[in-house]
């Protein structure tokens, strides 16, 4: 068996925040954004599939794993995010990069692909969504998600992990994921700061950022749309996604759920590298 890819964390300040990424191998930069309650260690197995061919960077975004868990929301507002995430890029000496991101962090990489075109290359969004198109909706899921933040700040973080793990958009990792799976995810939700969760739910949530439905078309790198058969909602978003995207590939990843890139690992890692690679030879 191969040893496992060795990576290099580095915590960097951006203007008083400060951010983790690991980052490991060799090769073109690809960003990677992981989902809610999530971290970078997400990203493991694709790391492995990865590094021999292009500089995987895993950030903790704003809220999560290592990085800062602010009290003050500006932080987490999504604009800011953003702007904070390219620099990041940049100081770890990288003008642009391929960003894939999951759920929250696909929703990130959208928007980084909007606003910050300069630091993008290429976007592989899983479970992703441009946002919320009416301002009733937009408003309903902001006092949803303050219901939310509320309850983890009342309950605390294991009663939230709790409800968190019961709601539907998780039911087929009953069957996808192992008990022993299911719990490493319980674990490190239970890691996480109830500080920065309650931040991201009402800085970073659907309702909160802007949507970005009316300028997909204006995305002028590759795009990659995935998400799991069994995940309805997202697939449905992913394809109506896919109707206003230039340059455009769209596969979904058959028995899996919301999470596909962690019960249908194999399947999802190749359809990464897939792409990747035929950017790199397109932009090569």
């Known amino acids: 068996m191969a040893a496992p890819i060795a990576s290099t964390g580095h915590d ?3 203007d008083g925040l400060n ?4 980052v490991a191998g060799n090769g073109p930069p690809v960003v990677l954004i992981h989902g ?3 971290t970078g260690a997400s990203w493991r197995s694709l790391v492995e599939v990865l590094a021999p061919d292009f500089t995987t960077i895993a950030v903790d975004l ?5 990085s800062g868990c602010p009290v003050a929301l500006d932080r987490y507002q999504m604009r800011r995010a953003v702007d904070d995430l390219a620099a990041l890029l940049r100081v770890l000496g990288h003008e642009r990069a391929a960003w894939l991101g999951y759920s929250l962090g696909g929703r990130v990489a959208l928007q980084v692909a909007v606003h910050r075109p300069d630091v993008v ?3 592989f969004l899983e479970g992703a969504t441009p946002g919320l198109a009416t301002a009733e909706e937009r408003e309903a899921r902001v006092a949803a998600d303050e219901v939310l933040a509320q309850r983890l700040e009342r309950e605390g973080l294991e009663a939230f992990v709790d409800f968190w793990q ?7 990792q009953q069957r996808t994921l192992s008990a022993d799976q299911r719990a490493a995810l319980r674990r490190g939700r239970l890691a996480q700061n109830p500080v920065g969760l309650a931040g991201s739910l009402r800085g970073m949530g659907t309702g909160s950022q802007e949507w970005v439905g009316d ?3 204006g995305i002028g790198v590759p795009v990659h749309l995935t998400a799991g058969t069994l995940d309805t909602k997202f697939s449905v978003i992913a394809r109506e996604m896919a109707e206003a995207i230039p340059d455009i590939t769209m596969r979904l990843i058959e028995d899996a759920g919301h999470a596909a890139h962690l019960e249908r690992p194999d399947a999802f890692n190749a359809m990464v590298r897939e792409f990747l690679v035929g950017v790199r030879e397109r932009q090569s």
Do not use: N
């Open 36 to 38: 809610f309650t999530g």
């Open 62 to 66: 704003v809220g999560h794993g290592r």
């Open 121 to 123: 290359s290429a976007l």
């Open 19 to 22: 951010l983790h990424a690991e």
């Open 215 to 217: 300028r997909l078309g």
């Open 12 to 14: 960097v300040d951006i």
């Open 166 to 172: 019961s709601i539907a958009l998780w039911d087929s």
